[in-house]
């Protein structure tokens, strides 16, 4: 049976999906398909790349994402995203779809031409770099003339790559919204984060509907997306929730 796994965007919220794969994997569920956008996107070629839970939970505290020596010099954000190639090539030495045990579909978004692109072939790395690039704070990757930021700003939940290819789908959202008061958007930062998950939640959750069950823990919206002090909290969220799911669930 192909049972995919689609991961949403979310900043460092996205460590909560590595909770739903240790619960799924306790359970006898191994997803034979990725699909992945953002943080999901990390997540999911760390996954089908061969790496444990606790790796790719290792990875995410090891990897320094905020590091002065990585800032952009002459390019549109604050981090210059391509630095991070040499973090990736240790995990990736082939830097190569083909290579992954696990099939993975990957979002970006082209920014200059406003079109979302699913890379599923060729390489590897600067695909995941791209779908991971935060625009604004993160710097475009360029692939072959293209500049791509975000995947998660045209699909946040890309479940579309695995409804053919899947018998099976489960997924894990990591952008609940929150009800908020014009008091809690005091800065700039939190009137653009609102701006985003309201965007991300109006399309994400109306494809929750082609998954078997999805994993979205309401208590995951207190966190920040790059609340980088809460790793283990989200990560326990994430597997809590995912187990609790399961409990009424002998099997998929």
Excluded: Q
Aim: charged fraction near 20%.
């Amino acid at each position: 049976m192909n049972i995919g796994l689609v991961l949403s965007g979310g900043g460092i919220r996205g460590v909560a999906h590595i909770g739903v794969i240790k619960a799924l994997e306790e359970h006898n569920i191994y997803p034979t398909h990725i699909a992945g956008t953002s943080a999901g996107a990390i997540v999911g070629a760390l996954y089908a790349g061969g790496l444990t839970w606790s790796e790719i939970l290792h990875f995410f505290k090891v990897v320094p994402i905020f590091n002065a020596k990585r800032y952009a010099l002459k390019k549109p954000g604050f981090l210059d995203t391509e630095k991070f190639y040499d973090e990736f090539k240790k995990f990736f030495p082939d830097d190569s779809f083909e290579t992954l045990p696990k099939p993975l579909f990957i979002t970006a978004t082209d920014i200059i031409k406003g079109e979302l692109t699913i890379f599923n072939k060729g390489e590897l790395i600067k695909p995941v770099l791209a779908s991971a690039t935060f625009p604004g704070v993160f710097s475009p990757i360029e692939i072959a003339g293209n500049y791509f930021v975000d995947g998660g700003i045209l699909n946040n939940f890309p479940v579309e790559p695995l409804k053919n290819r899947c018998s099976k789908i489960i997924g894990s959202y990591v952008n609940p919204l929150k009800t908020i008061a014009v008091k809690d958007l005091k800065h700039s930062y939190n009137v653009l984060d609102r701006a985003y998950k309201l965007k991300s939640a109006y399309d994400s959750l109306a494809k929750f509907n082609d998954c078997d069950f999805v994993v979205s823990p309401e208590a995951l919206s207190k966190y920040g997306t790059f609340d980088m002090r809460s790793i283990d909290s989200i990560f326990d969220i994430g597997y809590n929730s995912t187990m609790e799911i399961l409990i009424d669930k002998n099997n998929l």
